[in-house]
């Protein structure tokens, strides 16, 4: 399976982003985003599980980000409000535990002034 990611951009503090990911089959799992600033590892930053009645944050975005996911358009969605510099990184989906053969190319977000 392909994961592609899009959305990303350059945004000021306080602005809204909206990322998505489509996915080339129907992945009948838990799925996450992940991002990577400049510099550090990989983290996790939300996780969906497949009918999306559970989903789990890293604990600085708690309250501005929200997870969704279209299982009918094989489609992952990251809602990502009151953006702040510290959000800057690229971001990618996978599953949730992430498989290396997944990762896509990931879409950049700048949140910048």
């Known amino acids: 399976v392909s994961f592609v990611e899009s959305g990303g951009g350059l945004a000021q503090p306080g602005d809204s982003l909206r990322l998505s990911c489509v996915f080339s089959q129907a992945v009948f799992l838990e799925m996450g985003w992940f991002r990577q600033a400049p510099g550090k590892e990989r983290e996790s930053v939300a996780i969906?599980?497949?009918?999306?009645?559970?989903?789990t944050y890293l604990d600085s975005v708690k309250g501005r980000f929200t997870i969704s996911r279209n299982n009918a358009k094989n489609t992952l969605f990251l809602q990502m409000n009151s953006l702040k510099s510290d959000d800057t990184a690229v971001y990618y989906c996978?599953?949730?535990?992430?498989?290396?053969?997944?990762w896509g190319q990931g879409t950049q977000v700048t949140v910048s002034s």
């Open positions: 996978n599953t949730n535990p992430p498989r290396a053969g997944f």
């Open positions: 969906i599980n497949y009918t999306g009645s559970r989903t």
